[in-house]
């Protein structure tokens, strides 16, 4: 009974799995969630370029991220069309993020192996 139990928990995630993955290579890749949701990966040199969209609000988002030295500069659109914008900078094991939300609103925060602040 133990068996067949486990045969069957293993099949229910077989197929649940096998509904979301990616696709691709390591310079462009595809993937997709059991829910519809998908995106898409692009990096060409020291740039990726990501583009998503929503099955549930039938929207669609994207993203630059360009990483030059020890810093990465983001810069993306959301579901709403409002533009966003993010540095993130790595000085030892904490790493230093500034930029603007899609609603303006401007933040500042360090991340180290104790949380972020």
Known sequence: ???????I??????CSSAQAGCIGSSTFSTCSDASGNSYTNSRIGNTTYTSGYN??????????????????????TSANGSSWNKSSRQIGSS????????DGNSFNYSCNQFGCN
């Open 95 to 102: 790493t230093y993020h500034n930029g603007s939300d899609s």
């Open 1 to 7: 009974m133990k068996q067949y139990l486990v045969g």
């Open 55 to 76: 099955s549930n609000t039938g929207s669609n988002w994207s993203q630059n991220t360009n990483r030059i030295g020890d810093t990465s500069y983001t810069n993306g």
């Open 9 to 14: 928990i293993f099949a229910v995630i077989t």
